[in-house]
Every structure is written in structure tokens, then in C-alpha cells.
């Protein structure tokens, strides 16, 4: 066998994702795990082809300025903070980057005209004790014994950790304490659970500890005193899940105790969340995209809206607060589920909710404003079409994903309907390399051979 080879390496930029990126002698590219844009670092190669390598760093020979002592003990060893080594303004910088590089390369808009559309970036939150949520894995010692822990980065296993950082400051040590009642639970009675989840609001008050699992004999009773001795729960549940590992779907969602449900308020809007919906971690961050769309589509009480992929109702309820009727789809059952509850709550009564795939149960409606707020996938082919064929003013894309957004930004462009006019990143995940955005899309025009955006 061949001793591995070392290269000496200075950091170029962070690629979007955990690794930052550089060039060896032969202008090859080399992802560089372990070092921040700036770094001069001693790394040993580990996979290698002719256009591109991967290295891990051994040795920073010589620090980046904007290389910092992450707030988090764990930082480098859990995976929930990948960038926390580099100085937050750095981060907020190669966000931006990362999204005007993906609109240039995969959406072909050139780097000129990208940089143009592209807005700096928001930060709605601090850069620590952000998240409302986190979820624990579940392993096993050698010994057989049940354990709960964040994460590891790369290919690690399970962090037992004190706190997180990253969870609402209020809340940070229920990390340590659900995990150590579930595992106390689970080696009690042979217990196999998937994973365990945490919400908190600092705002309601409410914690939820979901216990994700199999259909089959369960200690309700049990369970429920053991979390409420450890962390004071408003809510447990227990979270049903039947199917193959890789096509899970949801048998039904247990009440242990409380509510059953978590609550947050989101601005002025109080909603409701069963434990396998999906709702941003970040509250700050939600308030921000809602403010974001709404001030993008400026909706008006004569105006009908349409909102696809609406999930729990995040951007449905402010929308019918405005608007004067909103055509609301969301697929994902227990979603469509918490999305009426909402509606309820809010005493909205100008809202048509509607189960089902965005594609398929596409509104018969013609939309004057719409917001699109997809999975990471991003839009499929056919509801980029039948989007371009309506006669809303304006489309407010809601991307958790640039390569994603970038690519229908392009399909868009090619339907000569619609063309953006403002993307807007927005930081919902500090620490890490993930990025929102919020794009404007609104009717184009054409002219001497090419298309004008008409602004709003």
C-alpha cells in the first residue's frame, strides 16, 4: 500500500457545505475538511480523481482571520454546527456567495446579473440559541445498553452532550436530561426507538418530547411520569411509524400527556404543530420569510392568493389576513391536519385548504399573488408550467436549497412568463451552511429580442 499523500493548502472559499475548497499544483480541486476560507492548513488526501480530491486537514499551520473558538465544546465533533469555526460576518458572506454562484452556474443567469438580484443577506436571529427544535439519535453502547446523543460530524456516531448551543438558551440543558430518561426508559423495557425529538417556544412556554417508534406494546404511563420528572413536558407523544427505513410513513401520533401538540407564536399568529409536521426552527427566521413575502406581494382584500406547499400554515394565515380568498395545498397528511386546526385558531374563514400533491391538486384558480414554498427538491417540471400559466402578478419562491432554486429560476426563464426580481438570502441556520431564500418573481415583458422584468 502506498502512504497516503500530504499537501500544504491554503483555503479558498467554503463550498456549500462543510467543507471549504482550494486548488493543488495541478489546479485540481481539493475539498478540504476541517479548515475555514483563509486557512494555510497540512492535509492528507483520502479520495482522489482526476478532476477533484478530498483531504482532511491534520494540522492548521496557519490560522484564518476569520478563523474563530466556537461557542460549542462539541463544535467539530457533532455535526449540528459545521462552520463554527468561522467568524459569523465570514459565514454571512459565503452564504451570499453560495447563492449568487449556484443563480450564475446552475441557473445560467451570468455573474453579473446574479450579483445584481441577489440582496445581502438577513440574520433575523443571533447566531447562537437560535433553534426551536433538535433531534436526538439513538445507538447502543458495546454493552447493549440504549444511548441518546446529537449527531456526529461526517461519519461519526452519537455525541452525548450537557447542552446544546444551538437550542434555545432557555432550554439548552433538555438535550442532557430527555436523553438521559429515554435511555433510562428504554433499557428499562427493552425499548427500540427510532429517535427523539425537542421542541421549546420561549414564547408559549411549550416543550413536546416526541418518541419516534414502532407500531407495538409501550409504557405510556411510564414514559410520561419519567419525562416529566426530567424536563417538565407540556407535551409527549409518541410518534407511529410503519414501512421500510428509507419509506417511512406515519401510523398515527400517540398522546402521553399535555396537549399533544406544540404551540409558537409567529408575529401575531398563534399556531399549533403535530410532532411529524414540519415548522421552521428557527421562530425569528419564520417571522422573517412571512414579512419578507408579504412585503414582496403586497396582497390586497380584492385579491385571490395562492399558497402551495403551505405545510401548517405558516404563510397561509397572514396570507388571509390580507387577502381576500387564498387557495391553500399541502401534501404530508399530518401537515394538512395542522394547517386546518390553524385556521380555526385564527377564525380565518376565506381560506380553501386542500390535501394533496402540489402537481396533481393544482387550484382551479387564477391566482393574482402566489407563494411556493417546496421541500428541497425544489418545484417539479409540471408546476413550474402550470405556475407560468397563470395570471398572477407576482410569485414569492420561499428556497431552502440555491441549486434547487437556481435550476427553476431557469425553467421559469425558459417559459418567458415570469423572471426574478430580488432574491433575498436569509440566515435561519448560523453555524452551519444552509441558507434560505426568498425570491420575487413577477411578469415579464418583452422587448428588442430578449425579456424585461416589469417591477413591482
Known amino acids: 500500500m502506498t502512504e497516503p499523500q500530504t499537501l500544504e493548502l491554503t483555503a479558498e472559499r467554503m463550498t456549500y457545505g462543510a467543507d471549504s475548497v482550494t486548488h493543488d499544483a495541478d489546479g485540481r480541486a481539493v475539498f478540504l475538511s476541517g479548515a475555514v476560507t483563509g486557512d494555510r492548513v497540512r492535509a492528507v488526501v ?11 486537514v491534520t494540522e492548521v499551520l496557519e490560522a484564518s482571520p476569520d478563523r474563530v473558538t466556537p461557542d460549542c465544546p462539541y463544535a467539530g465533533v457533532c455535526g449540528g454546527c459545521p462552520w463554527a469555526q468561522l467568524a459569523y460576518p465570514a459565514q454571512a458572506e459565503a452564504k451570499r456567495a453560495s447563492v449568487v454562484d449556484a443563480l450564475a452556474r446552475i441557473g445560467h443567469l451570468g455573474l453579473e446579473h446574479a450579483e445584481k438580484l441577489v440582496a445581502p443577506l438577513v440574520s433575523p436571529s443571533e447566531p447562537w440559541g437560535y433553534r426551536n427544535k433538535i433531534e436526538l439519535g439513538v445507538g447502543r453502547t458495546r454493552g447493549g445498553k440504549v444511548i441518546l446523543g446529537m449527531h456526529g460530524a461526517g461519519e461519526g ?24 430518561a429515554v435511555a433510562f426508559l428504554s433499557n428499562s423495557h427493552g425499548l427500540d426507538l427510532e429517535r427523539v425529538g425537542i421542541r421549546v417556544s420561549r414564547r408559549t412556554k411549550d416543550v413536546e418530547v416526541a418518541l419516534w417508534d414502532r407500531p407495538g406494546s409501550f409504557p405510556r404511563a411510564q414514559a410520561a411520569k419519567i419525562l416529566a420528572d426530567a424536563e417538565r413536558p407540556t407535551s409527549v407523544v409518541r410518534v ?35 410532532a411529524p409536521s414540519f ?30 406547499y403551505c405545510g401548517a400554515g405558516t404563510f397561509t394565515v397572514p396570507l388571509a389576513r390580507r387577502a381576500g380568498f387564498v387557495s391553500a395545498v399541502e401534501s404530508y397528511g399530518p401537515a394538512v391536519r395542522d394547517l386546518r386546526r390553524n385556521l380555526e385558531i385564527a377564525g380565518t374563514d376565506n381560506v380553501d385548504p386542500i390535501g394533496g400533491d402540489a402537481g396533481r391538486e393544482f387550484p382551479d384558480a387564477e391566482a393574482d399573488v402566489i407563494v411556493v414554498d417546496p421541500p428541497r427538491a425544489g418545484l417539479a417540471a409540471d408546476v413550474v408550467e402550470r405556475l ?10 420561499v ?16 417559459t418567458g412568463t415570469f423572471s426574478p426580481v430580488r432574491v433575498t438570502p436569509v440566515d435561519l441556520f448560523p453555524q452551519t451552511f444552509h441558507v434560505e431564500t426568498v425570491t420575487l418573481l413577477s411578469k415579464a415583458t418583452r422587448g428588442a429580442g430578449t425579456y424585461q422584468v416589469r417591477t413591482l
Open 279 to 308: 415548522f421552521q426552527v428557527n421562530t425569528r427566521g419564520a417571522e422573517k420569510l412571512v414579512e419578507l413575502v408579504l412585503e414582496a406581494l403586497d396582497p390586497q382584500k380584492d385579491e385571490e392568493a395562492m399558497d402551495l
Open 46 to 56: 483520502d479520495k482522489l480523481s482526476e478532476r477533484w480530491a478530498h483531504a482532511r
Open 240 to 274: 407511529l411509524q410503519k414501512g421500510p427505513a428509507k419509506a417511512r410513513r406515519i401510523a398515527g401520533v400517540e398522546c402521553l400527556s399535555g396537549a399533544g401538540s406544540w404551540g409558537e407564536l409567529v408575529g401575531e399568529e398563534r399556531m399549533r404543530v403535530s
Open 157 to 180: 456516531g452519537l455525541v452525548r452532550v450537557k447542552s446544546c448551543m444551538l437550542l434555545d438558551r432557555t432550554h439548552a440543558g433538555a438535550a442532557r436530561s430527555v436523553a438521559g
Open 399 to 414: 428556497s431552502c436549497d440555491p441549486a434547487t432554486l437556481a435550476r427553476d429560476l431557469a425553467r421559469f426563464e425558459a
Open 388 to 397: 407560468s400559466a397563470q395570471p398572477a402578478r407576482a410569485i414569492a419562491y
